[in-house]
């Protein structure tokens, strides 16, 4: 019996198309390493025929079975993204994370120790130090002593030779204490004498010490002889013997010791410095002074 061929390419059954070969002017293809194999069997899709209208001249024809790879993806719209791939699907090895190792504990030596031992002591007594320094201070409110010329007398001064000074002073010096609760020794006790920045006496004085709120007053001969002068300073010392006020320093180097309450001693060292003016030899008297002590 005669079967007419169907014409409609709607109703004609499709026809799997081989595999087509890498080509590599094509960027989409994948390569073929990455390409999933086919399975065994392609499920079926029955494709059913349009419905014929009351024009249509062919007849109906049953539903094709057309088989469809399971592999192809089905087709989105153009604007859709394909989904991520994963890395396991491309065959990317993954490699274990290396183990963190910890460090054995070590055990702190003796010496390190020993030393933060004397470190920590060490410390704890310089805050006891500067702590009972400072209650001692305020308890005792020490004071630095002070040395003054209480008088002086020009016994002579007179030129050898023309520039050759020969001269003879006798000094009293009071040494101070102003402290209330401190007692004060003076162990070193040097006192110079210039004439117009020239020494011309020196006089060592015996130790002393001072009780509280007390002072002490010390005879000091000074004796020049021979002292060579220049020109201006024989010009300066015949000048201030006719008006009768001759100027003089004295410069004392004061080695000294405190004593609070009996249990705390510390030494310095003071400075003093007096600038007075004597009436002409061979009774000159203190005129005018002007003293200071430091530290």
């Not at 030779?161 to 020794?185: H, I, Q, R, S, W």
Request: positive net charge; charged residues 15%.
């Amino acid at each position: 019996m005669f079967q007419p061929r169907e014409t409609n390419p709607h109703f004609q059954p499709r026809i799997q198309r081989p595999a087509q070969t890498n080509d590599h002017t094509d960027g989409s293809t994948l390569p073929t390493r990455f390409r999933p194999s086919p399975p065994s069997s392609s499920p079926t899709v029955p494709i059913l025929p349009r419905s014929q209208g009351p024009d249509s001249h062919l007849p109906i024809s049953s539903p094709v079975l057309v088989p469809v790879p399971a592999s192809v993806p089905a087709r989105g719209p153009p604007h859709s993204r394909p989904s991520p791939v994963s890395h396991q699907r491309f065959g990317v090895p993954h490699y274990p994370s290396p183990s963190l190792h910890v460090p054995p504990q070590r055990r702190t030596k003796r010496l390190t120790w020993l030393v933060a031992i004397c470190c920590v002591f060490f410390w704890i007594i310089v805050i006891l130090g500067g702590l009972i320094l400072l209650i001692v201070y305020l308890a005792y409110r020490p004071h630095y002593p002070k040395f003054d010329i209480a008088s002086a007398s020009l016994n002579a001064a007179y030129l050898d030779l023309g520039y050759l000074l020969n001269g003879d002073m006798t000094l009293l010096a009071n040494f101070t204490n102003p402290n209330k609760k401190v007692n004060v020794e003076f162990r070193y006790m040097v006192i110079n004498l210039y004439f117009e920045g020239t020494l011309i006496a020196a006089r060592y004085v015996e130790p002393l010490s001072v009780s509280p709120r007390g002072y002490k007053l010390r005879d000091v001969h000074m004796i020049s002889s021979q002292i060579p002068f220049s020109r201006r300073h024989v010009a300066q010392l015949n000048e201030q013997i006719q008006t009768g006020r001759i100027m003089f320093e004295a410069k004392s180097f004061l080695r000294t010791t405190s004593n609070l309450g009996g249990f705390f001693r510390y030494s310095y060292w003071l400075y003093g410095y007096c600038k007075f003016v004597v009436s002409g030899p061979p009774s000159g008297i203190l005129v005018a002074k002007k003293c200071e002590t430091k530290r």
